[in-house]
């Protein structure tokens, strides 16, 4: 090759450089997929909105340098299994989701990183081996756990005269209900109460549901985590109310429509931490070696004026130990 065909030749390449570079910056966007259990973004609400503000917090703006997906499966369960797999078929860096999602996920793939939160018992469902080093290849948050249930059926005895009979409302066909069951009914047994189980699949079914509870003569309700329960917590209020059943929730979100009183961890400091979680990972971290993380921020929340309406009277003590009263 003659020299200056050769000097043409680099200079041509040299110029080409930027514009390779660029593409390759372009290409090494990372990419999230999260996995959500209810039909939109506002039925996801405020939950939705506090991952993206985790990732924001850690410098990731969605589109620039980092690419979010997001699916809606509207409680389905042949739609958490489809979605699931088209999330897994577009190979993400990291794959995200709440309580329900997360089983759906860990089946899909045993090799793209996945991080939960919500989920009540990771080591019980499968998702990882063991909180300390989950092995596999998911890790995030857990928000229940024996003492939980234990505190959530104990605030309702202590406010409710005579409280001997708790209807629990769940949802059969979500992936951790059986969990759910066997935690609250053993804590039920400890406290010396009755817990009865009452099942709703859908918002459709939530009235007939609480309908059955006052035939069997429940005094009070608490509700499991998430999935449809999260869907209908307006509706969930409005019908304890109507009935005059107090409702012990499990968050503020869930609470701060008539429940008379809730129980739980910072749900919206679990969705900021799940974006940590996802930044360790897209930094090179393996999920199998990032400790599961347990709540440390609980919430107890008391509504004085539902109380009033439910002619309780919330000891001077309760209140002082509150977070908010309403």
Same mark, same amino acid.
């Given at each position: 090759m003659r020299r200056r065909e050769f000097i043409t030749l680099l200079s041509g390449?040299? =110029?080409?450089?930027?514009?390779?570079? #660029?593409?390759?910056?372009?290409?090494k966007i990372p990419t999230v997929a999260y996995l959500w259990h209810a039909g939109n973004a506002d039925?996801?609400?405020?939950?939705?909105?506090?991952?993206?503000?985790?990732?924001?917090?850690?410098?990731?703006?969605?589109?620039?340098?980092?690419?979010?997906?997001?699916?809606?499966?509207?409680?389905?369960?042949?739609?958490?299994r489809s979605m699931a797999a088209?999330?897994?078929?577009?190979?993400?860096?990291?794959?995200?989701?709440?309580?329900?999602?997360?089983?759906?996920?860990?089946?899909?793939?045993? =090799?793209?990183?996945?991080?939960?939160?919500?989920?009540?018992?990771?080591?019980? *469902?499968?998702?990882?081996?063991?909180?300390?080093?989950?092995?596999?290849?998911? =890790?995030?948050l857990s928000n229940f756990g024996r003492d939980i249930a234990g505190? #959530?059926?104990?605030?309702?005895?202590?406010?409710?005269?005579?409280?001997?009979?708790?209807?629990?409302?769940?949802? *059969?066909?979500?992936?951790?209900?059986?969990?759910?069951?066997?935690?609250?009914?053993?804590?039920?047994?400890?406290?010396?109460?009755?817990? #009865?189980?009452?099942?709703?699949?859908?918002?459709?079914?939530?009235?007939?549901?609480?309908?059955?509870?006052l035939k069997a003569g429940m005094q009070a309700v608490t509700v499991e985590q998430g999935g449809t329960n999260f869907q209908a917590r307006v509706l969930i209020s409005q019908l304890a109310l109507d009935r005059r059943l107090p409702l012990c929730a499990y968050s503020k979100e869930t609470f701060q429509h008539g429940?008379?009183?809730?129980?739980?961890p910072d749900q919206i400091e679990t969705c900021h931490r799940s974006a940590a979680y996802a930044d360790k990972i897209l930094k090179g971290e393996k999920p199998g070696d990032i400790p599961v993380e347990q709540p440390t921020k609980f919430e107890f929340l008391i509504n004085l004026s539902t109380a009033k309406t439910l002619g309780l009277t919330v000891p001077l003590v309760m209140q002082m130990t509150a977070d908010i009263i309403e």
């Amino acid at each position: 090759m003659r020299r200056r065909e050769f000097i043409t030749l680099l200079s041509g390449a040299v =110029t080409a450089l930027p514009s390779i570079v #660029r593409a390759q910056q372009v290409r090494k966007i990372p990419t999230v997929a999260y996995l959500w259990h209810a039909g939109n973004a506002d039925e996801e609400s405020p939950y939705y909105g506090a991952v993206g503000e985790g990732f924001a917090k850690l410098g990731y703006t969605d589109g620039t340098n980092i690419k979010l997906i997001h699916r809606f499966p509207n409680e389905k369960p042949e739609a958490f299994r489809s979605m699931a797999a088209e999330l897994v078929s577009m190979n993400p860096d990291v794959l995200m989701g709440g309580g329900i999602s997360s089983a759906y996920l860990k089946a899909a793939t045993a =090799t793209i990183p996945i991080v939960f939160m919500f989920v009540a018992d990771p080591v019980g *469902s499968n998702l990882v081996q063991s909180l300390a080093r989950p092995g596999g290849n998911a =890790t995030g948050l857990s928000n229940f756990g024996r003492d939980i249930a234990g505190k #959530r059926l104990q605030i309702l005895k202590e406010l409710v005269p005579g409280l001997s009979r708790v209807g629990f409302l769940l949802n *059969s066909n979500l992936p951790f209900t059986q969990m759910y069951v066997d935690v609250m009914g053993s804590a039920a047994t400890q406290l010396g109460l009755e817990l #009865r189980t009452f099942d709703a699949r859908s918002v459709e079914e939530m009235e007939p549901a609480f309908d059955a509870m006052l035939k069997a003569g429940m005094q009070a309700v608490t509700v499991e985590q998430g999935g449809t329960n999260f869907q209908a917590r307006v509706l969930i209020s409005q019908l304890a109310l109507d009935r005059r059943l107090p409702l012990c929730a499990y968050s503020k979100e869930t609470f701060q429509h008539g429940a008379l009183v809730s129980y739980g961890p910072d749900q919206i400091e679990t969705c900021h931490r799940s974006a940590a979680y996802a930044d360790k990972i897209l930094k090179g971290e393996k999920p199998g070696d990032i400790p599961v993380e347990q709540p440390t921020k609980f919430e107890f929340l008391i509504n004085l004026s539902t109380a009033k309406t439910l002619g309780l009277t919330v000891p001077l003590v309760m209140q002082m130990t509150a977070d908010i009263i309403e």
